[in-house]
């Protein structure tokens, strides 16, 4: 059981870790819109390329925000699994671990999983409906196929999902588990999480 | 049981309230506790169930298609660049050396920093992730008190949605139908006047109680004149440079404000390295971290989306409105019970659910009202009352992102800080600082000049 | 009873755009007795402007106000619906739209995607736009940067312009510091409102990109089909009398704005050439033809449109006086 939450917590760290990179695209689309609109849009020459019509302003700012919304979705889970998510630990500094990992356990199948449940449910009604129907940008300029923008929320929620599975799983080993894995699967009955871990 | 079902908006407050200090992330109990209270709200007949696919409809067009919103990670990235680089620690501790004369001085080049900041980005999250990296392992590390420190940059860091350019004050206008280019000048003075009050506070606190802000021993930091000099040019200069490239190339009319930030973040890789500090593992830590930051605040938004969703569609709004209406007559009366509303909201909801609920049915009820001649007539402003309305809820809602226990800056910096920061200290080291910000508003009510006088002389030709 | 959210795609303070939505739910709220009771929603207020298509076909949203032409992205044809470049004026557009085919387009468009829509106000002709400075001929479109959407902004992409997105929180300092050399808005009551005046001090004439606009009330097509006979009625009559208030107001509004705007402010109104609307109707001509070819909705809307227009065109040229 063990094994598995480690399972479900790795792939969602390598998954967050990949979308983790895509700061760099983005900061790069940045720059050359910036810089394509100040100093090449002036040149004809330029501006009846292929490549201009391809990496338009408007298509270059529809890909900024793409890019920004797979990056923090996919990494949603990887923040439970880091533990990097804000929590009031004002009253919880005070609870014994095993009290610790019980509300772990509640909160992950009580809040978080129904949570991404709708998220998901819906979140995937919603890109089928854009693939069934081919939508685009709703700017005539911008990009083409919304549907896979769209089916990028199911897809982090399913890592949410997940993360929290692996969450659950530890709690009820630490609960109910041998005592000789109680070392191995105390990350939520910790005392203080740390929101920034040490190793990224 | 028909006051139950009236009042089931409150509970869901009080649950949320309770739930939170289970210690549970905060993001997934927003969504948790939305979706409880949408089963409920169906059993009792004040929602539809089938409403809550809208939840991923509003997170897709309100936090997904958002470009602004695109200025968070960058900035973010650009805070930790900074901060694994080393380059931010040089950059305080060369101010230190600067201010060692001065009491509070490291708290007081926070604030100088999250006012510049604030001229550049209009993204609470943002500036108060950046200057949480970039300046809390420094000052804690000089041994300022934490409550002190964390006060200092969450107050500092909200003044972005004051000072132009600022996404809220955008939204506001539109809501209103006012220029925002009369909105934005209107704002400066309000957030210039908040952080001179910071400034003053954090002087006298320090100077007045040395200890919680150490001042340099005399034998730390340079000792002669040549590597005061180097200290300037190698630490200090470089990071100055750059936070005043990300403003220039919003002012020269390169980047948009949302794209300066994307200007800064590639600068500060090129900062790190020109301080040769730029390793494949640091870039690849600092992608990671930044990603992990970026997940806790959308987590949040997402979260608080579901939240307040459920919230109004459950009676939320209808409650909140018949109370205003309910308890006040009389303009000043009305303008309190308002301003006290926003306050209280503040308390968990961000600021664009607040001015939606809030804005369009009160400031025409605002615009109409009778003051006597305490807002006057200003030249070049066609409609004083409603632009002086507008700021006194943006000065408010400002506050609302510090008052705990549901303050989204106080969110923000304990997602970034160092894990020995608690929460409580971070409540604690705020107080004081909404203080000054309800002591701002004041101002802002009894004198409308504070809001009115720039404005009016910048447009009234 | 029923209680029914109207999600606006534009905030309720806006002259015309947002009003005469307030004005829907309010008519519909009061001549049905309270039977069905409306809130109008600014956008957000439930789901943000761009999703008030899902949240209506769903029917998570009972109703939602916009203009066909929002939903671009979905349905291309939609935006021969709402507004065409160098289309007619009110008169020669309702014609169409009531009498010559337009309205059955209207359904049948929407009915896949579960929506009934009842055109419900038409408005007066936008301006072409603010400019941070003087364009004496098209040639000098050439390089620009210009914040502009939907069937324009091709036109406008062919005449060298390039066209941005831009955060909403963007396009003001963006105009005033000069990233952007100009951005199309509305027509003078609204521009005068939101400001533009303050950073850009050249308005151009005439909006050739949307000569008038329709706008429409989208009802779940399940619920519109579960609604009496007498409540059908009730809001297809709310609708033609909106037409009827919204065109007259909309005239009747610019005068004073305009006046504002030109005197108060000191804003430079200019009017293309017809040289220079020539080209830009040159340009969209191309821009029709692509997308017919793209899209076979659009090019069967566009060919009945163009078909009423050129018969139309013997009666509007012997009868009117321009
Ligand atoms: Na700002
Ligand atoms: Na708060």
Same mark, same amino acid.
């Given at each position: 059981?063990?094994?598995?939450?480690?399972?479900?917590?790795?792939?969602?760290?390598?998954?967050?870790?990949?979308?983790?990179?895509?700061?760099?695209?983005?900061?790069?689309?940045?720059?050359?819109?910036?810089?394509?609109?100040?100093?090449?849009?002036?040149?004809?020459?330029?501006?009846?390329?292929?490549?201009?019509?391809?990496?338009?302003?408007?298509?270059?700012?529809?890909?900024?925000?793409?890019?920004?919304?797979?990056?923090?979705?996919?990494?949603?889970?990887?923040?439970?699994?880091?533990?990097?998510?804000?929590?009031?630990?004002?009253?919880?500094?005070?609870?014994?671990?095993?009290?610790?990992?019980?509300?772990?356990?509640?909160?992950?199948?009580?809040?978080?999983?129904?949570?991404?449940?709708?998220?998901?449910?819906?979140?995937?009604?919603?890109?089928?409906?854009?693939?069934?129907?081919?939508?685009?940008?709703?700017?005539?300029?911008?990009?083409?196929?919304?549907?896979?923008?769209?089916?990028?929320?199911?897809?982090?929620?399913?890592?949410?999902?997940?993360?929290?599975?692996?969450?659950?799983?530890?709690?009820?080993?630490?609960?109910?588990?041998?005592?000789?894995?109680?070392?191995?699967?105390?990350?939520?009955?910790?005392?203080?999480?740390?929101?920034?871990?040490?190793?990224? | 049981?028909?006051?139950?079902?009236?009042?089931?908006?409150?509970?869901?407050?009080?649950?949320?309230?309770?739930?939170?200090?289970?210690?549970?992330?905060?993001?997934?109990?927003?969504?948790?506790?939305?979706?409880?209270?949408?089963?409920?709200?169906?059993?009792?007949?004040?929602?539809?169930?089938?409403?809550?696919?809208?939840?991923?409809?509003?997170?897709?067009?309100?936090?997904?298609?958002?470009?602004?919103?695109?200025?968070?990670?960058?900035?973010?990235?650009?805070?930790?660049?900074?901060?694994?680089?080393?380059?931010?620690?040089?950059?305080?501790?060369?101010?230190?050396?600067?201010?060692?004369?001065?009491?509070?001085?490291?708290?007081?080049?926070?604030?100088?920093?999250?006012?510049?900041?604030?001229?550049?980005?209009?993204?609470?999250?943002?500036?108060?992730?950046?200057?949480?990296?970039?300046?809390?392992?420094?000052?804690?590390?000089?041994?300022?008190?934490?409550?002190?420190?964390?006060?200092?940059?969450?107050?500092?860091?909200?003044?972005?949605?004051?000072?132009?350019?600022?996404?809220?004050?955008?939204?506001?206008?539109?809501?209103?139908?006012?220029?925002?280019?009369?909105?934005?000048?209107?704002?400066?003075?309000?957030?210039?006047?908040?952080?001179?009050?910071?400034?003053?506070?954090?002087?006298?606190?320090?100077?007045?109680?040395?200890?919680?802000?150490?001042?340099?021993?005399?034998?730390?930091?340079?000792?002669?004149?040549?590597?005061?000099?180097?200290?300037?040019?190698?630490?200090?200069?470089?990071?100055?440079?750059?936070?005043?490239?990300?403003?220039?190339?919003?002012?020269?009319?390169?980047?948009?404000?949302?794209?300066?930030?994307?200007?800064?973040?590639?600068?500060?890789?090129?900062?790190?390295?020109?301080?040769?500090?730029?390793?494949?593992?640091?870039?690849?830590?600092?992608?990671?971290?930044?990603?992990?930051?970026?997940?806790?605040?959308?987590?949040?938004?997402?979260?608080?989306?579901?939240?307040?969703?459920?919230?109004?569609?459950?009676?939320?709004?209808?409650?909140?409105?018949?109370?205003?209406?309910?308890?006040?007559?009389?303009?000043?009366?009305?303008?309190?019970?308002?301003?006290?509303?926003?306050?209280?909201?503040?308390?968990?909801?961000?600021?664009?659910?607040?001015?939606?609920?809030?804005?369009?049915?009160?400031?025409?009820?605002?615009?109409?009202?009778?003051?006597?001649?305490?807002?006057?007539?200003?030249?070049?402003?066609?409609?004083?009352?409603?632009?002086?309305?507008?700021?006194?809820?943006?000065?408010?809602?400002?506050?609302?992102?510090?008052?705990?226990?549901?303050?989204?800056?106080?969110?923000?910096?304990?997602?970034?800080?160092?894990?020995?920061?608690?929460?409580?200290?971070?409540?604690?080291?705020?107080?004081?600082?909404?203080?000054?910000?309800?002591?701002?508003?004041?101002?802002?009510?009894?004198?409308?000049?504070?809001?009115?006088?720039?404005?009016?002389?910048?447009?009234?030709? | 009873?029923?209680?029914?959210?109207?999600?606006?795609?534009?905030?309720?303070?806006?002259?015309?755009?947002?009003?005469?939505?307030?004005?829907?739910?309010?008519?519909?709220?009061?001549?049905?007795?309270?039977?069905?009771?409306? =809130?109008?929603?600014?956008?957000? /207020?439930? *789901? &943000? +402007? @761009?999703?008030?298509?899902? %949240? $209506?076909?769903? !029917?998570?949203?009972?109703?939602?106000?916009? =203009?066909?032409?929002?939903?671009? /992205?979905? *349905? &291309? +044809? @939609?935006?021969?619906?709402? %507004? $065409?470049?160098? !289309?007619?004026?009110?008169?020669?557009?309702?014609?169409?739209?009531?009498?010559? /085919?337009?309205?059955?387009? @209207?359904?049948?468009?929407?009915?896949?995607?579960?929506?009934?829509?009842?055109?419900?106000?038409?408005?007066?002709?936008?301006?072409? /736009?603010?400019?941070?400075?003087?364009?004496?001929?098209?040639?000098?479109?050439?390089?620009?940067?210009?914040?502009?959407?939907?069937?324009?902004?091709?036109?406008?992409?062919?005449?060298?312009?390039?066209?941005?997105?831009?955060?909403?929180?963007?396009?003001?300092?963006?105009?005033?510091?000069?990233?952007?050399?100009?951005?199309?808005?509305?027509?003078?009551?609204?521009?005068?409102?939101?400001?533009?005046?303050?950073?850009?001090?050249?308005?151009?004439?005439?909006?050739?990109?949307?000569?008038?606009?329709?706008?429409?009330?989208?009802?779940?097509?399940?619920?519109?089909?579960?609604?009496?006979?007498?409540?059908?009625?009730?809001?297809?009559?709310?609708?033609?009398?909106?037409?009827?208030?919204?065109?007259?107001?909309?005239?009747?509004?610019?005068?004073?704005?305009?006046?504002?705007?030109?005197?108060?402010?000191?804003?430079?109104?200019?009017?293309?050439?017809?040289?220079?609307?020539?080209?830009?109707?040159?340009?969209?001509?191309?821009?029709?033809?692509?997308?017919?070819?793209?899209?076979?909705?659009?090019?069967?809307?566009?060919?009945?449109?163009?078909?009423?227009?050129?018969?139309?065109?013997?009666?509007?040229?012997?009868?009117?006086?321009?």
């Amino acid at each position: 059981m063990l094994q598995a939450s480690d399972h479900l917590a790795h792939a969602c760290t390598v998954v967050g870790k990949a979308a983790a990179f895509l700061f760099v695209p983005m900061m790069l689309i940045i720059l050359y819109d910036v810089f394509q609109r100040k100093y090449l849009g002036y040149n004809p020459d330029f501006t009846t390329t292929d490549w201009y019509k391809m990496f338009t302003s408007t298509r270059l700012q529809e890909m900024e925000w793409h890019l920004h919304s797979v990056l923090f979705l996919l990494a949603l889970g990887y923040g439970y699994v880091k533990d990097s998510h804000v929590r009031i630990e004002l009253v919880r500094d005070t609870l014994r671990p095993r009290t610790r990992a019980w509300v772990e356990l509640f909160g992950a199948l009580l809040f978080l999983v129904p949570y991404c449940y709708v998220v998901i449910e819906y979140g995937t009604e919603n890109a089928l409906r854009a693939f069934n129907i081919g939508e685009g940008s709703d700017a005539l300029t911008g990009l083409p196929h919304r549907f896979i923008i769209k089916g990028m929320l199911p897809v982090g929620f399913v890592f949410v999902a997940l993360a929290g599975l692996s969450a659950a799983l530890k709690c009820l080993v630490y609960l109910f588990g041998p005592s000789s894995l109680r070392a191995a699967s105390g990350q939520y009955a910790g005392d203080h999480p740390p929101t920034q871990p040490a190793d990224a | 049981m028909e006051n139950v079902i009236y009042y089931m908006p409150l509970i869901m407050f009080g649950v949320l309230a309770i739930v939170l200090f289970t210690g549970y992330p905060v993001a997934f109990i927003l969504g948790g506790i939305a979706l409880l209270f949408a089963v409920l709200g169906d059993w009792a007949g004040v929602f539809r169930l089938d409403q809550i696919q809208l939840v991923p409809l509003r997170i897709y067009g309100g936090t997904m298609a958002s470009l602004v919103l695109v200025a968070i990670p960058m900035f973010t990235f650009m805070g930790t660049m900074l901060e694994k680089s080393g380059v931010a620690t040089d950059l305080l501790e060369a101010l230190q050396v600067l201010l060692r004369k001065v009491p509070g001085g490291l708290a007081l080049s926070v604030t100088l920093m999250g006012t510049i900041m604030a001229a550049t980005t209009g993204i609470i999250g943002a500036s108060v992730v950046m200057m949480t990296l970039m300046a809390l392992p420094v000052m804690m590390k000089a041994n300022y008190s934490i409550p002190l420190a964390t006060g200092t940059i969450a107050a500092s860091g909200t003044l972005g949605i004051l000072i132009p350019p600022s996404i809220m004050l955008v939204i506001m206008s539109d809501l209103l139908s006012v220029p925002v280019g009369t909105v934005f000048i209107a704002a400066i003075v309000p957030g210039l006047l908040l952080a001179l009050l910071y400034t003053l506070y954090i002087f006298l606190l320090c100077r007045w109680k040395p200890h919680l802000a150490p001042p340099m021993p005399d034998e730390i930091g340079p000792a002669t004149r040549g590597e005061f000099w180097r200290m300037i040019f190698r630490s200090f200069l470089p990071p100055i440079f750059l936070i005043l490239a990300v403003l220039g190339s919003i002012f020269a009319g390169l980047a948009t404000p949302t794209e300066a930030s994307g200007v800064g973040a590639a600068g500060s890789v090129l900062l790190a390295w020109f301080n040769r500090r730029l390793t494949w593992e640091t870039f690849k830590d600092v992608c990671y971290r930044s990603a992990l930051t970026g997940a806790m605040l959308f987590g949040i938004f997402v979260g608080a989306t579901a939240f307040s969703f459920v919230f109004k569609s459950i009676g939320g709004e209808h409650l909140i409105v018949e109370f205003i209406q309910n308890s006040s007559v009389g303009p000043w009366s009305i303008l309190f019970v308002l301003m006290a509303m926003v306050f209280a909201l503040g308390f968990f909801f961000d600021w664009i659910e607040i001015t939606l609920i809030v804005l369009p049915i009160f400031a025409p009820i605002v615009a109409l009202l009778d003051f006597g001649g305490h807002v006057g007539e200003w030249a070049g402003i066609s409609n004083p009352i409603v632009i002086w309305f507008l700021i006194l809820v943006a000065v408010n809602l400002q506050t609302s992102f510090l008052t705990p226990p549901f303050g989204f800056a106080l969110f923000y910096l304990k997602g970034v800080a160092p894990p020995e920061v608690k929460i409580q200290m971070i409540y604690k080291g705020i107080i004081p600082f909404v203080a000054l910000q309800v002591l701002g508003l004041f101002l802002c009510v009894v004198f409308p000049w504070i809001v009115l006088w720039l404005p009016s002389w910048a447009l009234g030709g | 009873q029923q209680h029914w959210n109207l999600q606006s795609t534009y905030a309720g303070s806006l002259p015309q755009l947002g009003t005469l939505g307030i004005r829907i739910a309010d008519m519909i709220t009061q001549l049905s007795n309270g039977e069905i009771e409306v =809130t109008f929603q600014n956008p957000g /207020g439930v *789901v &943000p +402007a @761009l999703e008030v298509f899902d %949240a $209506v076909g769903s !029917g998570a949203v009972e109703a939602g106000w916009s =203009t066909p032409g929002y939903w671009a /992205g979905r *349905v &291309p +044809a @939609l935006q021969l619906l709402a %507004a $065409v470049p160098f !289309g007619p004026r009110a008169s020669e557009y309702l014609a169409w739209m009531k009498f010559g /085919g337009g309205q059955e387009f @209207l359904e049948e468009l929407y009915e896949p995607h579960n929506i009934h829509s009842v055109i419900c106000a038409v408005i007066a002709p936008e301006a072409s /736009g603010w400019f941070r400075n003087e364009i004496h001929n098209t040639d000098e479109l050439r390089g620009l940067t210009m914040r502009f959407f939907g069937l324009g902004a091709k036109v406008m992409e062919r005449m060298g312009v390039s066209t941005q997105l831009l955060a909403g929180g963007d396009i003001f300092p963006a105009l005033e510091l000069g990233t952007i050399d100009a951005t199309e808005f509305s027509m003078p009551a609204i521009d005068l409102n939101l400001g533009f005046y303050q950073v850009a001090q050249h308005y151009y004439f005439p909006g050739w990109h949307q000569q008038s606009t329709f706008f429409d009330l989208m009802i779940n097509l399940d619920l519109w089909e579960s609604l009496s006979e007498h409540q059908q009625q009730m809001i297809n009559t709310i609708c033609d009398a909106n037409i009827a208030f919204g065109l007259a107001e909309g005239e009747a509004i610019q005068i004073d704005a305009l006046e504002t705007l030109e005197n108060e402010h000191g804003v430079q109104i200019h009017r293309w050439s017809d040289e220079d609307l020539g080209r830009l109707e040159a340009a969209w001509e191309e821009v029709a033809a692509e997308l017919a070819g793209e899209d076979a909705d659009f090019a069967r809307v566009y060919e009945s449109y163009t078909n009423f227009r050129q018969r139309y065109a013997r009666w509007r040229d012997l009868a009117y006086l321009d």
